[in-house]
């Protein structure tokens, strides 16, 4: 009963969510009804309108099992062999500086960010006079 | 009479279980990326697909595997429908991280649109330069972006043929990070944990905020979130790019 009522929750929140995407795309606005599902569920989450215990275990098993629900879009690569045997090095090179690159620049933005914040709270609140 | 058992709907979803099961024990028990189950399970199965047509056709050309590809996703369609929940479903790590979100917003807000800016400009630069088609470029945008997210954005780029090599590339960018990552942070020095929790989840998604659990809970509940702004920001960057490109 549980399992059933956490998994209807969720599945109530992923049709609001294609129901208002639908709505989106009459307005040429693309924009994915299981992120506006997220989004929504994110927000009753916060005002307390949705418990977290009410979607614990069925939420919890998708986000640790996540990577079996893609499998079948995966296997798909099978009808792609032509594209892949042509470009394989060239994805090869990408998969490999893409990551390196925007790992890079996103340790340092974040380091320089809390190094620029932390001298700003240190500018702010001068050191504390001593009390004699 | 092999094709009626081997490869009936029944016994694809059973072998699909079985070896994801496996590796995800394998991954638990020995702690290393390298057993990632999604993409043991895509290997393996892709292996057994081609096997299944060897026998049944006689020969492997391109027509007899997109019928077994066809068959195989009919067969398995239940986690295909269930793909949308389970995105939904990400706002738990980020309700559950909504402290670390709150107290953190300025350097998760600048890592991932730098990270967001860097990932998808790498790509478009190096497909530039190596002349790749301009629809597998398109699809090479979400590459650092967590799957459920990813392919809803090839979807919005209008590449939807192209989604497999989306999720491909995907699952082996968190596996090349997972290697990569822990001697880049060596090199970098500072293992400050909303550092190297903002570049884990947002170069490398669920595979790279394992790796952040591993230095730190902190580090790990940055990177969970991250995972999630980093895919909504480059949701958004895509729809803009649409928006664009349609006009």
């Known amino acids: 009963m549980k399992i059933f009522k956490q998994l209807l929750i969720i599945l109530t929140f ?7 995407s639908y709505l989106l795309s009459l307005i040429h606005f693309p924009f994915p009804g299981s992120l506006i599902g997220m989004i929504l569920l994110f927000i009753f989450l916060l005002i307390g309108l949705v418990k ?11 986000i640790d099992n996540m990577g079996i629900f893609f499998v079948p879009a995966a296997i798909a690569i099978l009808k792609q062999i032509e594209i892949i045997s042509l470009h394989w090095w060239k994805l090869l090179i990408i998969l490999f500086a893409a990551f390196v690159i925007s790992f890079t620049a996103t340790y340092w933005a974040v380091r320089l960010t809390i190094f620029l914040q932390n001298r700003h709270k240190n500018e702010n609140e001068p050191a504390e006079v001593p009390h004699d | 009479m092999i094709e009626a058992i081997f490869a009936s709907p029944l016994f694809y979803l059973f072998i699909t279980v079985g070896i994801y099961f496996l590796f995800a024990f394998l991954q638990k028990k020995f702690h290393t990326p390298i057993f990632n189950p999604l993409l043991w399970t895509i290997i393996i199965l892709c292996g057994y697909i081609l096997l299944i047509v060897f026998i049944d056709k006689g020969n492997i050309d391109q027509a007899n595997i997109n019928e077994a590809v066809d068959k195989y996703r009919s067969s398995v369609s239940i986690l295909d429908i269930l793909l949308a929940p389970v995105t939904v479903a990400l706002a738990l790590p980020l309700y559950a991280n909504r402290h670390v979100l709150k107290q953190n917003w300025l350097p998760i807000l600048v890592g991932s649109i730098v990270g967001v800016g860097t990932s998808i400009g790498s790509v478009v630069l190096l497909g530039h330069l190596l002349n790749l088609d301009g629809g597998i470029t398109f699809a090479l945008y979400p590459r650092g972006v967590t799957t459920a997210i990813a392919r809803e954005i090839t979807e919005i780029l209008g590449v939807g043929e192209h989604t497999s090599i989306t999720v491909a590339m995907v699952v082996l960018t968190g596996v090349v990070g997972a290697l990569l990552a822990p001697p ?4 970098f ?9 903002m570049a884990l ?37 895509a729809v803009i790019v649409r928006l ?3 006009r």
């Open chain 2, 189 to 197: 020095g500072s293992k400050e944990d909303t550092t190297i929790g």
């Open chain 2, 244 to 246: 664009i490109v349609a």
């Open chain 1, 14 to 20: 992923t049709i609001i969510g294609s129901l208002l």
């Open chain 2, 184 to 187: 880049l942070i060596k090199l």
């Open chain 1, 52 to 62: 977290v215990d009410s979607i614990t275990e069925v939420g919890q098993f998708f």
């Open chain 2, 201 to 237: 989840g947002s170069a490398s998604h669920a595979i790279g905020t394992s790796v952040a659990f591993g230095y730190s809970s902190k580090a790990g509940a940055i990177a969970s979130v991250s995972m999630v702004t980093n895919g909504f920001l480059t949701v958004i960057v």
